[in-house]
């Protein structure tokens, strides 16, 4: 999710980043994947582009940096994933998807199911507790057979997503890193952690709905959805170039019901205005299609 200056001349450009998730162990991830932050360059050599493309990934401003690449904006990936993706892409059907909503390959499984939610963001607990408690709220009002519960900060109960505040740096073209998500579900376990600028959202920060609905999209993620706009980042980022997610579907399920030509205002998609965006009826029709109401 990026702030776009189509929406308002004068905000940042922010990229929310995750990593990839997309074939993974089946094991439980409950360790915090250690991603660098820093000490990043676009100089790629066409051997590395090339790998890059062949895992159905765009070439577009791609981030070279210490134990991998940021691909797409929000997508971390070491060179053990490439490998992997590129063995992943080679098995699939040469589908061109359009701009609708996707989920991943791997969703959250073990349905009825409550996920519990952890929060440790140091100064900005109190913020980001706040805002996480909002955007909870937001998909249990839903009432999917997947809910969620925001444990206190001094629970001894194992936490299924971990929220945590650092310092994200910057993007290539100067923007400020809102925050990533640690990437799709894994052996029908929800990806963790999420990590979200403490720099930004210091304790301070006064606009929680906003958090939320950043917060929200990484939970999104985190349980198998992919941007609204996958297939054409220049429907909310307003490209020069056409970016998308991948050449192939690239573990992009097309979701039935949802629209064919974009999604105004979803809080899935890659770039936003940096508003408050609630679920809007498709949105909704997504996650229903994912997690069926009880």
Aim: net charge neutral; aromatic share 6%; charged share 20%.
């Amino acid at each position: 999710m990026k702030t776009n200056n189509l929406f308002n001349p004068k905000t940042i450009s922010i990229a929310l980043l995750m990593t990839v998730a997309v074939v993974m162990s089946c094991k439980k991830n409950t360790n915090n994947a250690s991603i660098p932050e820093q000490n990043t360059t676009s100089e790629l050599t066409k051997e590395e582009k090339t790998a890059i493309a062949q895992a159905g990934f765009s070439t577009h401003n791609v981030l070279k940096t210490e134990g991998g690449y940021l691909v797409e904006g929000d997508i971390f990936l070491t060179p053990q994933q490439l490998q992997v993706q590129q063995e992943f892409v080679a098995g699939l059907s040469d589908k061109s998807p359009k701009t609708e909503q996707y989920r991943s390959t791997n969703i959250v499984t073990g349905l009825s199911r409550e996920l519990k939610i952890k929060v440790d963001a140091g100064t900005s607990q109190t913020v980001f507790n706040t805002a996480t408690t909002e955007a909870v709220k937001r998909y249990n009002n839903l009432g999917l057979k997947l809910t969620f519960k925001l444990l206190s900060s001094t629970s001894t109960d194992q936490a299924d997503i971990v929220i945590n505040g650092a310092d994200l740096g910057k993007t290539a073209d100067g923007g400020t890193i809102l925050g990533r998500s640690a990437g799709f579900p894994s052996g029908g376990n929800p990806a963790t952690p999420i990590k979200l600028s403490s720099v930004v959202y210091n304790k301070d920060y006064t606009k929680t709905n906003v958090l939320a609905s950043v917060i929200a999209h990484e939970i999104g993620h985190a349980i198998g959805l992919r941007h609204t706009d996958y297939a054409d980042r220049n429907y909310s980022c307003g490209y020069d170039s056409n970016p998308n997610e991948g050449q192939s579907t690239v573990g992009a399920v097309y979701i039935p019901g949802t629209p064919k030509g974009g999604e105004p205002g979803s809080y899935m998609l890659a770039c936003s205005d940096g508003t408050d965006r609630k679920f809007t009826a498709n949105d909704i029709v997504a996650l229903k299609a994912l997690y069926p109401v009880k």
